[in-house]
C-alpha cells in the first residue's frame, strides 16, 4: 500500500493536471489523475459518463476512483474538482498532504474556455463556474493541508511553490 507524495484539490480551471504533472517531473514520482482513471475503467470520456448515465453515477465512479487512488498512488495525485463533495472522500484525505490549487474566476475561466469537455460548465460557463466555486470553496478549504494562490502564475512557478512546502 502506498501514499501519494500530495493530493492536489481545486475548482476547474485551478491547473491540478497541469500542475501536477510539472510537479511530479520536478519530484521524480508518477502523476495520477483520477478523472483520467475514471475515464480509463468505465471506456469512454467523462461528458459522455454524464450523458449516458448521469451524474450519480459519474459521483459513484469518482468516490471509487479517489478510495483506489489514495491506497495506491506513491506520487501525484489529482482529484477531479468535485470530488470534494462526497463526504467519503473528505474523510479519506485526512492524514494526508492535500494542496489546494486556489484561482480565482477571471484565470479560471480563462483556462477553461467554454467548458469544452467539461460537463457541468456546458450551459453558461462563467455563471456555473463562479458556482461550483462558491459552492466548493469551503470544502476544498476543510481538506487542505495548505493553500497556493495559482492566478497570473506558470504551471512551473506553482509546482516549484508545492515543492518548497513540501520539504520538511
Not at 463526504?87 to 494542496?99: I, P, Q
Amino acid at each position: 500500500m502506498s501514499r501519494p507524495v500530495c493530493v492536489l484539490v481545486g475548482s476547474p480551471g485551478s491547473g491540478k493536471t497541469t500542475v501536477g504533472e510539472a510537479l511530479a517531473a520536478l519530484l521524480g514520482v508518477e502523476f495520477r489523475d483520477t478523472d483520467q482513471d475514471i475515464e480509463r475503467l468505465a471506456g469512454k470520456p467523462i461528458p459522455e459518463i454524464f450523458v449516458d448515465e448521469g451524474e450519480a453515477h459519474f459521483r459513484t465512479l469518482e468516490r471509487a476512483a479517489t478510495a483506489a487512488a489514495l491506497a495506491s498512488c506513491a506520487g501525484v495525485l489529482a482529484l477531479g474538482g468535485g470530488a470534494v463533495l462526497a463526504e467519503e472522500n473528505r474523510a479519506a484525505l485526512v492524514g494526508h498532504t492535500v494542496v489546494h490549487l486556489s484561482v480565482e474566476l477571471p484565470d479560471a475561466v480563462k483556462r477553461v474556455g467554454l467548458g469544452s469537455g467539461r460537463p457541468l460548465l456546458a450551459l453558461n460557463p462563467r455563471a456555473t463556474l463562479r458556482h461550483l466555486m462558491d459552492q466548493r470553496r469551503p470544502l476544498y478549504a476543510e481538506v487542505a493541508t495548505v493553500t497556493v494562490v495559482t492566478d497570473g502564475r506558470t504551471p512551473e512557478e506553482i509546482a516549484a511553490e508545492i515543492v518548497a512546502l513540501l520539504k520538511p
